[in-house]
């Protein structure tokens, strides 16, 4: 009797350590669900669902189950007779879709008016200087052109590839894309700086043989101060040049990594790394900019240094546009969650109404430079443009003379 009493409570004990243990989640790996196409498995077994995706909740028996071996998209046959619920990020409450909405259309409309403009403004530099001539002007346009174009293809067409319009990797992809071509315009203008301060040396060597010849002519700036200046400016564009060359490299690198990394550790180090590395980059790119940029300012003679100015702000509000988005992009993110209470759809619509304008803000920056908005008018009065020669010595053309010729005479009419 004693035995098979011991026997007795050896199976109980048994049977309860059974019930105790943990069943294994479900493995991606396993079932080979190939995450449905809108993510990557990983070599924990889970999703990685790409922007705009999360795990679907699956109703089971009447038991709502949060799967983490599908990524959610519209309804599909992956799914047969289960009920699936939360289709899409759109699927967030009755307030999600219309937000997503009005985004589409407010983003859709100012790039595609801003494209527009900026690829009038090309047209106009490569008629007024042909293909070899100003050629960081048009490198710039080129790229904010491109910038403004794949911000207004993602929106028109889709998001984040939910409505299945753009495959996810396809719009993720053009959003990479623009990140670079930012860091790339704000290096291409740095340049156009540097050459408007070299022509404003050029003028002031000039006014020192002139000072040599007339000796009752008096030079507002030492020929020393001007050697420094031309010696510093050879060495603080190589900075610009070169992280942008790195940040391309890390961009590629990006779009390699995110549909192709199964290592949950290694994909969540880089991801850290590449929004820490644009938010350190606008940082310093901006800090750096505005203390060099003032210093070489104060070189300049009061009558020369209005246009490097102007130029120098517009600089310093781009990079603190980008540097303010991409620390949001890192407070809102929902891959390291900074605020894990946040609901994911929710800190992706934020984050894109920040990031999306925040891009259009730069556009429209870039554009005041090369044309600014106050003189638009003028710009676009096909009349000015007759003229298609250049005065080299001055650095500009008869048509920006002619631009700011009737600005002024409506300013004395007024």
Not at 239 to 246: E, H
Not at 294 to 313: E, F
Not at 354 to 359: L, S
């Amino acid at each position: 009797m004693r035995y098979l009493l011991t026997f007795l409570l050896l199976v109980l004990f048994a049977f309860a350590h059974a019930q105790n243990v943990t069943k294994p989640l479900p493995s991606c790996i396993k079932l080979k669900t190939g995450c449905n196409g809108l993510g990557v498995c990983q070599e924990n077994g889970a999703c990685r669902c790409y922007p705009g995706f999360t795990f679907p909740t699956l109703i089971i028996n009447g038991t709502a189950t949060r799967s983490r071996v599908y990524c959610n998209g519209s309804k599909s046959h992956l799914f047969e007779k289960r009920e699936l619920k939360n289709t899409a990020v759109l699927d967030g409450g009755s307030y999600m879709r219309p937000l997503v909405i009005a985004l589409r259309t407010e983003i859709s409309i100012f790039n595609f008016i801003l494209f527009g403009l900026i690829v009038y403004r090309l047209v106009l530099d490569f008629k007024l200087y042909g293909k070899r001539r100003d050629i960081i002007t048009k490198v710039s346009l080129g790229f904010i052109a491109t910038s403004t174009l794949l911000l207004f293809i993602n929106n028109v067409l889709d998001y984040w590839g939910v409505y299945g319009v753009m495959a996810p990797m396809a719009f993720f992809a053009f959003h990479a894309i623009i990140e670079w071509l930012l860091v790339g315009v704000f290096c291409a203008i740095v340049l156009h700086w540097v050459n408007i301060y070299n022509s404003t040396v050029k003028s002031i060597r000039r006014q020192e043989m002139i000072m040599k010849i007339n000796s009752n002519y008096a030079a507002s700036v030492s020929v020393e101060e001007v050697v420094q200046s031309v010696t510093f400016l050879k060495i603080f564009r190589l900075p610009y040049i070169a992280i942008t060359g790195i940040t391309l490299c890390i961009t590629i690198a990006r779009l390699f990594t995110t549909p192709l990394a199964t290592s949950v550790d290694g994909y969540g180090g880089f991801y850290r790394f590449f929004n820490a590395w644009f938010l350190i980059l606008w940082f310093l790119f901006g800090v750096a900019f505005a203390i060099y940029g003032y210093k070489l300012q104060r070189v300049m003679p009061p009558a020369s240094s209005h246009k490097i100015k102007r130029v120098t702000g517009k600089l310093c509000l781009m990079a603190l546009i980008c540097t303010i988005n991409a620390l949001c992009m890192i407070l809102l993110d929902n891959y390291t969650p900074v605020f894990p209470s946040l609901p994911g759809n929710i800190g992706l619509i934020t984050r894109n109404y920040i990031t999306f304008n925040t891009r259009t803000m730069v556009a429209a920056v870039v554009l005041d430079i090369y044309m600014p908005f106050s003189k638009m008018k003028y710009w676009l009065n096909g009349s000015l443009f007759s003229s298609h020669t250049t005065d080299a010595s001055k650095g500009g053309t008869q048509v920006e003379a002619a631009v700011n010729r009737s600005n002024q005479e409506e300013g004395e009419t007024v």
